[in-house]
């Protein structure tokens, strides 16, 4: 998994940790430059666009650091979402 991720983020610019949990039907639209971290969770039928960054706030391993995306969201092209919180279902974030 390691090696599929590092040859992914050095050919295509798309960095997606190996431990975050994606949903069916994830279309990555012009995926330059998306990271999706270790704890994240993307749900059904969500819609990234070019630059999204879905990362860590602070360095510790004891908790959750990443965002949780409902099912059916929009991130909108350079969209940073930080942080253990939660974008509900059918959301846009531009």
Do not use: C
């Amino acid at each position: 998994a390691r090696l599929l991720q590092s040859e992914g983020s050095d050919m295509y610019g798309v960095d997606i940790h190996p431990g975050a949990r994606l949903g069916d039907g994830i279309t990555i639209d012009h995926a330059t430059g998306v990271v999706i971290g270790e704890t994240s969770v993307v749900g059904d039928n969500v819609y990234l666009m070019h630059d999204v960054t879905l990362g860590a706030t602070g360095t510790g391993n004891a908790h959750d650091r990443h965002p949780k995306i409902g099912a059916g969201a929009f991130l909108g092209a350079k969209s940073t979402v930080l942080g253990n919180i939660h974008v509900g279902q059918g959301a846009t974030i531009a």
